[in-house]
């Protein structure tokens, strides 16, 4: 193997597998990527064996063939050369040159890496990129972080009703919910695809500068298809959590608010909650909301907030990361929070809704 590339190129192309390779483990090629070429173009390859990404490279191909390459050392040599490069595969090192520097890095037998797995029979969807990494961006947050429970660290992808497209993410405490319908398509059957936190975070860093994306949902795998960029990912194994019989169905209580306004005001006064539930109590009253934060070792807090509300007082408290978070994600500049009794679930939405989507999220509120 023997080609010609520009640095800006393949530099980018590397900065987006980054996290992808195994950084340990028990198998080194998983820190490696796969360099091939044929006589007029090239690929690089990622997997950690949950996750592969397939990124075509533009490039001159003097000969063609593979390398297997550590993914991190390649990558930080990369940054430092100049905009012309060249690699020269000998035996089992590769050549890099640019300018008037030189390296010289072992690889790995090429055919030790794993192969690119088969989809099969797949469901396809087109969908923009606005629209998808909206709906993971909506949701992501509420998944679980390291759960025992593992399909709380992922998202369910549900389609239902034919064209009833939904992702949902939950880690228990809280869960956010993103409903749209999808145009254009033939009724589908119902699917229900749950995919990792991990894998989905590593998505959105493709998405950001695609135009479209074909989304296809295999038997144990999916594959987006993104601008020529291959993504796949290996579908959690388990059942996820019913999320459609904790939406709370009969919360009286309503309170509409100034997003930007609430969002400082929490932040503001969970500066003096415990750190370990980081809780702040909110007395709603008429068109009023006071909270409150304290630690007793430290000191208190306290703030109010002019609301829209008409119904009975209530106190309740929060995790105030969780509100925060679920705020953040209101598309509008107002935001709708119901309640009903201090120990129940609240629900949280637009005040005033989209069109194109609708985003819900549920929190469960904390003992005071």
């Known amino acids: 193997m023997h080609i010609r590339l520009k640095k800006e190129i393949i530099q980018q192309k590397l900065s987006k597998i980054q996290n992808i390779v195994e950084k ?43 390398a297997c390459i550590n993914a991190r050392k390649f990558y930080e040599i990369v940054k430092e050369l100049e905009e012309e490069i060249e690699i020269q595969l000998l035996d089992n090192w590769i050549l890099i040159k640019s300018g008037r520097t030189n390296y010289k890095l072992a690889t790995l037998n090429p ?54 497209f939904r992702v949902v993410g939950t880690d228990g405490h ?39 994306v074909i989304f296809n949902i295999g038997k144990t795998h999916v594959m987006f298809e993104i601008d020529g960029i291959i993504f796949l990912t290996r579908m959690i194994e388990g059942n996820y959590p019913d999320y459609e019989v904790v939406i709370p169905k009969h919360n009286d209580k309503v309170a509409i608010f100034d997003k930007r306004l609430m969002i400082s005001s929490l932040r503001r006064v969970s500066v003096l909650s415990k750190e370990n539930q980081n809780a702040v109590k909110m007395d709603f009253s008429e068109d009023l909301v006071i909270l409150s934060a304290s630690d007793p070792e430290i000191g208190e807090a306290k703030d109010e907030l002019t609301i829209d509300y008409q119904s009975s007082p209530i106190q309740i408290g929060f995790n105030a990361k969780y509100l925060m978070e679920a705020f953040s994600e209101i598309s509008s500049d107002r935001g709708k929070i119901t309640m009903s009794e201090p120990d129940r679930a609240v629900y949280i939405t637009d005040a005033d809704g989209s069109e194109q989507f609708k985003y819900e999220c549920i929190v469960m509120p904390l003992r005071l």
Do not use: C
């Not at 996750?51 to 490279?57: I, N, W």
């Not at 030790?112 to 993971?136: C, H, M, Q, Y």
């Not at 995919?195 to 998505?203: D, G, P, Q, R």
């Open 111 to 164: 055919d030790e890496f794993p192969v690119w797995p088969k989809i099969g029979d797949s469901t396809k969807l087109n969908l923009s990129r606005d629209f998808l990494l909206t709906a993971i961006e909506k949701t992501i947050y509420a998944a679980g972080e390291a759960d025992a429970r593992y399909v709380l660290n992922s998202l369910l992808f549900h389609i239902k009703d034919g064209n009833d």
């Open 24 to 66: 340990k483990g028990i198998m080194p090629v998983l820190n490696h990527f796969l360099l091939e070429t044929d006589t007029n173009r090239g690929y690089i390859l990622a997997t950690d064996l949950e996750t592969a990404v397939k990124q075509p490279l533009e490039m001159e191909v003097l000969s063609s063939g593979k």
């Open 174 to 212: 809280r869960l956010a919910v993103f409903k749209a319908k999808l145009d254009g398509i033939e009724a589908l059957e119902e699917k229900k695809v749950i995919l990792s936190k991990k894998s989905l975070n590593e998505l959105k860093k493709f998405l950001i500068d695609a135009d479209s």
